[in-house]
């Protein structure tokens, strides 16, 4: 099925706030949730709304949450989501983050306590707008782990996602580096399992540590695991997630004493830097041009699997392609959302109207 990005986007609203939260909150996890699937990454979009109610019947979400600032001192913040929609305290405490960084030309943000804040991109890309870079090291807790450490055979992680924001020049887009530090993200696994589809070789184990390429495994009991990226160094990497987002924010690790309430919780670390204060702009823009004109030029390799792009390129393409076509649900995930909307009284005709 596709359904065009503004009635998909009315859907959600619909949902939104009939679960609750006010125009203003609805209209910001609706838009955060369009963009996802506008960029590509439909497991970060609409198929969450299901995940959202459910934690909100549980009272692991409260909506109408603003973030709370717990110290401000300088260039130098740190926040409590308060178990708010992660989308909205994520948003307010970044808009924070940026006008410190404006005033002080460094600022350091730490984020603890919110609900899944979603795609991590679209908080570089708040960055991006203000002419900023940023870095963003984010951990997942209150959730099972899902992804296994480097030579494990269980689960003893999250997906714990990274991101890099670097601003445009006037001849070449943002790049924006959003990724799982797993070798897919979990949502992905949803996607590919509601689709019916299995997933690329070396990526899962079962819940016996034997290789698979059935998602269903991530999601029955015992559970298996996704690799984590990049071998054993990215398992480094996800594990500095762990000690920076889970340490540094307060918010606390997967270690198994922490709480596992079903709820998905994200912890996030942000450093964001004010190019000016470094280097003169003219020389930078010529630089960062420079170089990736030599990266695009270089000539494709025999086993390449696209073409040679940024990260952030494919994101683009996504969405132009998206604005224009619309966007794909699949049955599975319609149900699911059809299921959802009748738990807080929306009725599937309705749903169905909309698109
Ligand atoms: P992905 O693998 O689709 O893309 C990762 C990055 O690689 C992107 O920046 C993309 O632009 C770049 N890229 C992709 N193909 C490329 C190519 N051929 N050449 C150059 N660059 C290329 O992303 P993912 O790891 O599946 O993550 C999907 C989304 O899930 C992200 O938005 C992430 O923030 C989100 N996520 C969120 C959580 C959470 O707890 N909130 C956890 C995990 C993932």
Redesign the pocket.
């Known amino acids: 099925m596709i359904i065009n990005s503004q009635n998909l986007h009315r859907i959600m609203l619909k949902i939104i706030t009939a679960a609750g939260s006010s125009a203003e909150e609805a209209q910001i996890v609706a838009d955060h949730l369009l963009r996802?699937n506008l960029?590509?990454?439909d497991?970060?979009g609409i198929g969450m709304l299901p995940t959202y109610l459910r934690s909100i019947a549980e009272k692991l979400l409260i909506p109408n949450t603003p973030v709370k600032a717990v110290s401000d001192s300088g260039s130098i913040l740190i926040f409590d989501g308060q178990f708010g929609y992660?989308q909205r305290v994520a948003r307010e405490a970044m808009e924070q983050a940026i006008s410190s960084c404006q005033k002080n030309g460094l600022a350091l943000m730490a984020l603890r306590n919110a609900h899944?804040?979603?795609?991590?991109?679209?908080y570089g890309e708040q960055s991006i707008a203000a002419g900023l870079i940023s870095l963003h090291f984010?951990n997942?807790t209150h959730h099972t782990p899902v992804v296994s450490v480097y030579n494990g055979a269980d689960a003893r992680l999250?997906?714990?996602?990274i991101?890099f924001a670097m601003p445009k020049t006037e001849k070449n887009p943002a790049v924006?580096?959003?990724?799982?530090?797993?070798k897919?993200?979990?949502?992905?696994a949803r996607v590919a399992m509601n689709s019916g589809k299995s997933t690329p070789e070396g990526t899962l184990l079962d819940s016996q540590g034997n290789p698979t390429n059935d998602p269903g495994v991530l999601f029955s009991d015992p559970t298996g695991a996704i690799k984590p990226?990049g071998e054993y160094k990215g398992f480094g990497i996800a594990f500095f997630c762990e000690l920076l987002a889970g340490v540094l924010t307060g918010g606390g690790t997967i270690q198994p004493e922490n709480p596992r309430d079903g709820s998905?919780i994200?912890n996030m670390i942000t450093i964001m830097i004010d190019p000016q204060r470094l280097v003169d702009q003219d020389w930078l823009h010529h630089e960062v041009d420079a170089l990736t004109s030599y990266a695009l030029e270089s000539p494709q390799s025999s086993d390449a699997?696209?073409?040679?792009?940024?990260?952030?390129?494919?994101?683009r393409r996504n969405t132009a392609r998206r604005l224009k076509s619309g966007i794909p649900v699949d049955p599975n995930t319609w149900q699911e959302l059809l299921d959802a909307g009748t738990s807080v009284g929306v009725t599937p005709e309705t749903l169905n109207q909309l698109r």
């Not at 999250?158 to 996602?161: A, D, I, K, R, Y």
């Open positions: 996802a960029t590509g990454h497991s970060h992660g899944h804040i979603g795609r991590v991109g679209s984010v997942v999250l997906t714990n996602p991101c924006l580096l959003d990724m799982a530090t797993s897919i993200a979990l949502g992905k990226f998905i994200n699997d696209s073409d040679i792009m940024l990260a952030g390129e494919p994101e």
